[in-house]
Every structure is written in C-alpha cells, then in structure tokens.
C-alpha cells in the first residue's frame, strides 16, 4: 500500500514510487534520488546552524536555512546538505532541495550547481543589531545573509559587511516570503543600513514537524519541508 511521505513510519525502509511535481521529481533525479530508490524517515533532528563557504568568487555566508537546502557531493563519494559538512571539508554541489529563487540567489554569491566549495567554518545563529534610516531593528543571521548590496564600494551581504560602515541595499535575496519580512521593517533596495553589532543569538531548534529527513540506501540525506514530502508517494518494504 501507498502513502505519501510524510505519513510513512519512521526509521522504516522504504520504497519512493512518485514525486507529484514534476520539478522536484526532476531535482532529485540529479541528485541520485530516483523512483524505486530505498530510503528512510530519520528520527534525529539534526541542528541546522549558518555556515561559512569558498566558492569560485570567495567567501561568502549561507543562513541555516539555504545551507540545508544545498546537496553536496564529497569528495569521497557521500553526499549531505552542506551545514552537515566538516571544516575544511570540500566537494561539488549536486543539486538543490529548493526552487528557482534559491538558484537565484546562490548565483548572485558567486555559486551555481556544478561547483566546487569548501566548507570554512560552522558559525553559531547570531543577532544583527542594525539602523535604518534612523530606526533601530533587529535581523536574524538568515535575514542579513539575505540582504546583498554594496560596503565601501564593494559588493558583499549585510551580514559580512563591517559595523559601523554604511551599506547600499542592492537586493533581497530568497523568495517573495523574504522579500516581504525583510522590506517590512524598512530594508529594501535603495536603502542604508548601518550595522551597530553582532550579538549571539538566542538557538532555537527547529520542531520535529518542521521538517522531514530522510535518507537513501546510498546515503543521501535530504531535509524535506512537509509539502514537498506530501508530494511523495512511497510503500514500506
């Protein structure tokens, strides 16, 4: 019998036998999850955490959030979302667990699908203390690694750009979804933030239904929003 992947039991092996979108089906081919492949629902809750990575172009700062969503290939062979890498450890990026604005977005880094990254360091969730246009405000480190423009002339995020230096907001990186919550407390394109300190922030791990992980009998691990695995037929074997 049938069912869709976020009803299926838990540490149970497990057969996929369709994926509704067609855009996620497509994506997960690229990365090696195919129809018939055997997988399991993971009953840890890994800690997502932002991370720090060389790409082609430099260094740049991936939130919790889009670090989940990147697969990498190790260099080894195995392959994990790139916040469950080591330090210094290196590999290509397979594929994507998200759409076209997080493609977007990483193009705008300086990183596409195909290239190499390292791994620089693992960094605890912090809190952007930050002005705009005269107004104090709060960021989330996920909000500032969203938020691209230009310090001192030089393109950069908000959250690797100096403190108490003036930023251009250039673009708001992410979905609609980002785009709204960010240019609701003032921050848009055409604005200055000036960014007063950087505090660390208080961890708060996301709730089981957040999120459903899963992983294939060759070791891929995905972190699945809980509409994509509603999408996801699979039969316990």
Request: with cysteine; net charge neutral.
């Amino acid at each position: 019998m049938s069912l869709t992947l976020d009803k299926a039991p838990v540490e149970k092996n497990l057969m996929l036998k369709a994926i509704g979108s067609d855009s996620l089906k497509a994506r997960f081919e690229r990365m090696g999850l195919h129809i018939g492949s055997e997988l399991e629902i993971m009953s840890e809750d890994s800690v997502q955490h932002p991370v720090r990575v060389k790409g082609p172009q430099g260094e740049v700062l991936l939130a919790a959030g889009m670090a989940s969503k990147i697969i990498v290939h190790h260099d080894d062979g195995h392959k994990t979302p790139v916040f469950e890498m080591n330090p210094g450890e290196k590999g290509h990026i397979e594929g994507l667990t998200a759409g076209s604005h997080l493609e977007k977005s990483l193009k705008i880094l300086g990183i596409s699908e195909g290239d190499n990254i390292e791994l620089i360091r693992c960094l605890p969730p912090m809190s952007y203390k930050t002005v705009v246009d005269g107004k104090q405000t709060s960021l989330t480190e996920g909000m500032a690694a969203k938020i691209w423009g230009e310090c001192d002339n030089v393109p950069c995020q908000l959250a690797t750009c100096g403190r108490g230096r003036p930023f251009e907001v250039k673009n708001i990186l992410g979905g609609p979804r980002a785009a709204k919550s960010i240019s609701s407390i003032g921050i848009k394109p055409g604005a200055t933030v000036v960014l007063e300190t950087v505090e660390p922030a208080r961890a708060v791990g996301m709730t089981p239904a957040a999120r459903i992980i899963i992983m294939t009998k060759e070791g891929l691990r995905l972190h699945l929003r809980p509409d994509q695995a509603e999408t996801m037929l699979v039969s316990e074997i």
